[in-house]
Structures are given as C-alpha cells and as structure tokens.
C-alpha cells in the first residue's frame, strides 16, 4: 500500500506561480521506493486524466508533458519522502484537479501513455484565472 498526501493548490492570476507537494508513505513505499516513479496528473471535468510530469525516485531522472516542458518543475526529498511541482508562467489551461501518484513498474516517460498500476493521491484544486 501507498499513502500519497497532497498540499499546495489555489486560486491564480495568469503567469502567477503556484507549488503542489506530496508526501509518500506506506510499507509498499518504504520497501520499493528505488523502482518507483512519482508524478503528477491533472485532468478537467470530462476529460481523461493526463500526465504532467514524473520522476523517477532513484535516479532522478525527469520526465514533462510538453505542454509543461519549461514552466514546470519537479523534484523530490529523498529524506522526507515527498515530491514537489514547482508552476511558473501559469496559463487559464493549466486549471485543473492536480493528483500526484506513484508508479513501481514504469518509468517516467513509459508513465505518460500508460495509467496502469498508479497509486493516486486525492487531488488538489489548480484554478487560474485570466
């Protein structure tokens, strides 16, 4: 099992910045985390949900969404078991539910096209007003 526990989100101003953070627990966690990919989805009413950008807990290594790819950026606390989505430049579209996740069997780019196996936190509101 893993436990994922969002903060962050809110209400903006175009080009205003905004962080999101997410702390992992769980035994799951605690024994895979150096397979383990974390990231951060978002999606609007009636659309899928989509990949935003994830990383890949051992490594480091990152992966973004293109239409995130510059303004975004993600990074981890390996002592505190937390991630972080750092917004700039935030644009009406970026509004949605944000959830972070977790993944053990694929890795951040592999996690864009394919949602299978996530663990999903519970979802934090990202509003930008224009």
């Known amino acids: 099992q893993v436990q994922l526990e969002e903060s962050g989100g809110g209400l903006v101003q175009a080009g205003d910045s905004l962080s999101l953070s997410c702390a992992a627990s769980?035994?799951?966690?605690?024994?895979?985390?150096?397979?383990?990919?974390m990231g951060w989805f978002r999606q609007v009413p009636g659309k899928e949900r989509e990949f935003v950008a994830a990383?890949?807990?051992?490594?480091?290594?990152?992966h973004y969404a293109d239409s995130v790819k510059g303004r975004f950026t993600i990074s981890s606390d390996k002592v505190k078991d937390t991630i972080y989505l750092s917004m700039n430049n935030l644009k009406p579209e970026d509004t949605a539910e944000y959830y972070c996740?977790?993944?053990?069997?694929?890795?951040?780019?592999?996690?864009?096209?394919?949602?299978?196996?996530?663990?999903w936190g519970q979802g934090t509101q990202v509003t930008v007003s224009s």
């Open positions: 990383i890949q807990w051992k490594s480091g290594t990152t």
């Open positions: 996740a977790a993944n053990f069997r694929l890795s951040p780019t592999a996690w864009e096209n394919d949602q299978r196996d996530t663990y």
């Open positions: 769980g035994p799951t966690f605690g024994v895979w985390a150096f397979t383990v990919a």
